[in-house]
């Protein structure tokens, strides 16, 4: 584990709240008359993230971004540095809307490149042409099941954090709207989370597809794949349903004879691939049933 890795609730406990409370506070002081760059640097500063965290709690089709936020970016970094000339330039200036400016810029540029990566990732158990490892996880009866009950059949395994990720929510939709040309392929679908048995189960009955749900009873089958987030929930709530730690977002596809031939091992938790890539790997590959 990364020395700084049980640090990650906290911030993405503490950097929201400063982000809309920084909104707030700017939007009151420029109402009020206190209009001045520092307050408009620290509104800037703030409102990229606040923005982007609402579209993403809210909106159930927001699967990914950019990989490193170039735009949000370069707006949060154009907000601190206008608070700065303001506080510099301004007679009274504000050193609390400069404080509040200058702290969003830092969390969010560590949102943007420490909290959302999981760092470089080399799994050669799951390069393509070697056969996937085995491992165990449960159907919603309770029942072991692995990657031995899929033999005869190509599958395409994804591991999904949970229902409380707003970005596995969308990339889940994704597929589950895709699923009849996955099943005129003769693909085999595989949901795997470690969260709670009753949350997978509202997902399989929300979306009434044929597709294999199966729970990740104490992240065993990630940890024999090596595909275990430490530290990946967000504290509070979440961490006590859950449990502290996560998966890594990860795909997997495999032939009849369990080789796998696609994996998809994203470096941010941000950044799914579309599922037309799915589509295009197993024709390429041409697995199952043609559709041609």
């Avoid at 393509?128 to 029942?143: I, W």
């Amino acid at each position: 584990m990364k020395p700084l890795q049980k640090l990650k609730p906290v911030f993405i406990g503490i950097y929201p709240l400063v982000a809309a409370a920084t909104t707030v506070a700017a939007l009151v002081m420029l109402a009020s008359g206190h209009w001045s760059r520092v307050w408009l640097g620290a509104l800037l500063a703030a409102t990229p993230f606040v923005g982007l965290f609402i579209r993403a709690v809210t909106s159930r089709s927001m699967a990914r971004t950019s990989h490193s936020l170039p735009l949000l970016a370069a707006a949060t970094a154009a907000g601190g540095g206008i608070a700065l000339w303001g506080y510099l330039t301004e007679p009274g200036a504000s050193l609390a809307g400069l404080v509040l400016a200058l702290a969003n810029v830092a969390g969010f540029f560590l949102f943007d490149f420490w909290y959302s990566s999981f760092g470089r990732r080399i799994n050669e158990q799951l390069a393509a042409g070697r056969p996937l490892p085995d491992f165990t996880c449960e159907d919603l009866e309770g029942n072991p099941v692995g990657p031995e009950h899929m033999r005869g059949k190509p599958a395409l395994y994804m591991f999904f954090r949970g229902n409380w990720c707003p970005f596995c929510q969308a990339q889940v939709r994704e597929i589950t709207d895709r699923y009849r040309q996955l099943m005129d392929r003769g693909v085999e679908v595989v949901l795997i989370s470690p969260q709670p048995p009753d949350l997978t189960r509202r997902v399989a009955e929300f979306f009434k597809v044929p597709f294999r749900f199966w729970v990740d009873r104490d992240l065993r089958a990630a940890r024999a794949l090596d595909i275990v987030d430490e530290y990946g929930v967000p504290g509070g709530k979440l961490a006590r349903t859950h449990g502290p730690h996560t998966v890594m977002p990860t795909v997997v596809i495999t032939d009849a004879e369990g080789t796998i031939v696609y994996t998809d091992q994203t470096e941010t938790y941000r950044v799914r691939p579309e599922p037309d890539v799915f589509l295009r790997v197993i024709d390429s590959h041409k697995l199952g049933v043609s559709v041609s």
